[in-house]
């Protein structure tokens, strides 16, 4: 697990920062929708005081060496070619983050990127990471927002704590439950979890008597499932791993954490 502190200077005037948590996109199968991912880094790329980490699962990374494999070619995206797969997805994905890599927190692996690097000894995410320059987050994390307010002494830490995840959960019951088992798990006022390819927010509210004080306070943190760009069923194409198995449909979004520091009022919304 990695830790990672940012310094994030603000005014008073101009307080709202927005947090996108992007992944589970599986670049390269003809089932990722590629259009609705562009437009999102578009969106990303000009809205003010936006920032993004990156939730894993990047693309399928799928060789014939993987148990996952489909000999079937016309489940892959025509831009990949089948003998070079990891640089092909890996150059679709810098084009595609490179406007917005100035916005990145950092990238998380998945399983995806994981189960490549073991059966192909190709360490696809290391080589976005240095490709993009940007922070190697591993698999979970914690990301420490220090906001500093301008032409003052004030400062405000926001705290989040973000996963790929893990967990063959199908029904919202059980993937809440996932959820909430890591926001048990580790101290933060926000949370992030992949893998779910759904949005599932949640808070979860502590008592709390506050250093110094002689009171009783609830302490309220947010999370949620991180969404998907991954459709399960698509008219006219060959089916998905998750329509063969009849899991639901996934969640085309990512979750959008909104945070204003000088209020301390954080949220979280579906963000399409």
């Known amino acids: ?55 894993g699962d990047y693309a399928e990374w799928i060789t014939p060496k993987d148990k996952r494999f489909d000999p079937n070619l016309k489940s892959i995206a025509d831009w990949v070619e089948p003998d070079n797969v990891a640089h092909c997805q890996t150059e679709w994905l810098v084009k595609l983050f490179t406007p917005i890599k100035s916005k990145c927190l950092g990238l998380l692996y998945g399983n995806h990127e994981n189960s490549i ?56 019951g059980a993937k809440l439950m996932a959820l909430m088992r890591w926001m048990k798990s580790v101290e933060a006022n926000v949370y992030g979890y992949g893998h779910m390819h759904d949005y599932i927010p949640k808070s979860l509210s502590r008592m709390t008597s506050p250093d110094a004080e002689d009171t009783i306070k609830s302490k309220t943190t947010i999370g949620a499932t991180t969404g998907s760009w991954f459709r399960t069923y698509t008219k ?13 449909p996934t969640e085309i979004c990512c979750a959008v954490f ?15």
């Open 1 to 55: 697990m990695e830790v990672k502190d940012i310094k994030i200077p603000y005014k008073r005037a101009n307080s709202g920062f927005k947090l996108f948590a992007l992944g589970d996109i599986h670049a390269g199968t003809i089932h990722c929708v590629e259009d609705h991912i562009k437009r999102k880094v578009n969106e990303i790329a000009h809205t003010p005081n936006a920032f993004w980490v990156g939730m």
């Open 117 to 172: 690097r073991i059966y192909n000894h190709d360490n696809v995410h290391k080589n976005l990471c240095e490709a993009l320059d940007v922070t190697n987050l591993g698999y979970s994390c914690f990301l420490k927002l220090h906001f500093e307010r301008a032409n003052s002494k004030e400062k405000h830490l926001v705290k989040g704590a973000f996963t790929h995840g893990s967990s063959g959960a199908i029904t919202e």
């Open 236 to 248: 006219g194409i060959i089916a998905s791993y998750g329509e063969q198995k009849c899991y639901p």
């Open 258 to 272: 909104s945070i204003n520091p000088n209020s301390g009022l954080i949220d979280v919304n579906r963000s399409v």
